[in-house]
């Protein structure tokens, strides 16, 4: 439904599986007993969890199955109840996934199914009293909106909104560049690049600047995009018109800056879009992010530039540090202004650390414990 090729499907099955049995150990570890705390006058303080309430979750079409599942079950398993709102374009994935929770055992009124237009559906659910948090995955316009309407309530209700950002790959001259072509070319193409973490900018230091790019290019030409259900291909289709026309509006603004455009038979049924890699001397020319297959690069001198650069957007999700010196990678990494940072590895998701970002990214944090105890109520009783 959602275009995913074979293999991205797979994932997307492994991840929501991993997040049951993930959130499963850490509730029992968090919830199962009372933590009992001397206080500074000798009194007792037991401290218990319990939910929140009802909780609203809002999940995107791009991980239709593992970020609905994760956003039900940590809500769930923190002691609330949840009505889920997925995204329009998988409305049938998540009515799928939903009779399945309800065939392993999960009581009906715990978890209500919401299909429909956001737009509509949203302002209705988030105005209404007995919603006592929103977990969100998706645009940052969309989170500020949710954001200005729980504004309204009375009450404050809590928000955790994950959305894009202009995920940088830092690359230095030490860096292996066979290894920075494969997990550019992963990072920034795989999923049509619609993934919040996906590579958006790709920043490489002069030394190795044109051995990099000649690389790169001779591996987006062999990437095949095609029909998602064919074992052989490499990136399918965009999820919908809309998300085309946005990306060609794009690609067309800056048409003689791009560097290599990958092909595809152009009688394919659907909203294909090439893997395009663009050049250009000034990243404030990119006013937003662009969810596609679309990935910028930019030469740098020093640390200190790429770090500057890095750091000049309003956004700060994810981002990288490639290099042969892992000192020095550490320390870029400790200078970036993003919520995660890898050194010598392509821009993933590992359930067991909090995932979010700062800025326009978001706030709060998906996966890990963290997830868990922001929407429970730490309850303390003195004796």
Known sequence: EAGKTIIDSINDLREAADFCYYY???????FSEEIILNGPTGE??????????????????????????GQV?????????????PAEQTSIIAYEVTKLLFKAGLPAKALQLLLGEGEKIGPIVIKNNKIKGVVFTGSCETAKIIQNQLNQREEIVTLSAETGGQNFMIVDSSALTEQVVDDAIESGFNAAGQ???????????????????????GATNKIKVGMPNLIDTDIGPVIDIEAKDKIENHLNKFK????????????????????TVIEISNLKDIKEEIFGPV???????????????????????AG?????????????????????VWVNTWLHRDLRVPFGGVKNSGVGREGGRWSLGFFSEAVNICV
Request: hydrophobic share 40%.
């Open 256 to 275: 003689n800056k791009i560097l290599v455009q990958g092909n595809y038979d152009q009688n394919l049924n659907g909203y294909f879009v090439s893997p």
């Open 44 to 69: 007792k303080n037991k401290l218990f969890y319990e939910g929140k309430g009802v909780i609203f979750a809002i999940s995107p079409w791009n991980f239709p199955i593992a970020i609905f599942v």
């Open 295 to 317: 990935v910028t690069i930019h030469p740098f001198g020093t640390d200190e530039e790429a770090i500057k650069m890095a750091n000049c957007t309003d956004y700060g999700l």
């Open 24 to 30: 499963l150990a850490e509730a029992k570890k968090l």
């Open 73 to 85: 079950v940590s809500c769930l398993l923190s002691g609330n109840t949840v009505i889920a709102k």
């Open 195 to 217: 993934r919040c973490s996906a590579l958006r900018i790709l920043a490489i230091q002069e030394e190795v600047y044109d051995k990099t790019i000649e690389m790169l290019i």
């Open 320 to 340: 990288s540090v490639w290099t042969g010196d892992s000192e020095r990678g550490t320390k870029v990494a400790e200078k970036m202004e993003t919520g995660m």
